[in-house]
């Protein structure tokens, strides 16, 4: 999740604050963002709607380019 730490950094945002807008306690988007612990598909669309960017943007740090 090399991306969800970098655009919560972006946005300005600490943990605590994603952590209670996403329903979810800090210690468990620290597991996310230090790839201890994976998120299901249901959290990872939410937390997409919620930057503003995509799932694989949160996942890799990168945008999907088609090729």
Do not use: W
Request: charged share 30%.
């Amino acid at each position: 999740m090399k991306g969800l730490k970098e655009i919560r950094k972006i946005k300005g945002l600490n943990q605590q604050k994603v952590a209670i807008d996403l329903n979810i306690s800090r210690e468990a988007l620290s597991y996310y963002e230090n790839g201890k612990r994976e998120p299901s598909l249901k959290l990872l669309i939410t937390m997409s709607r919620y930057f503003n960017v995509s799932i694989d943007y949160l996942i890799t740090g990168h945008d999907f380019i088609a090729k």
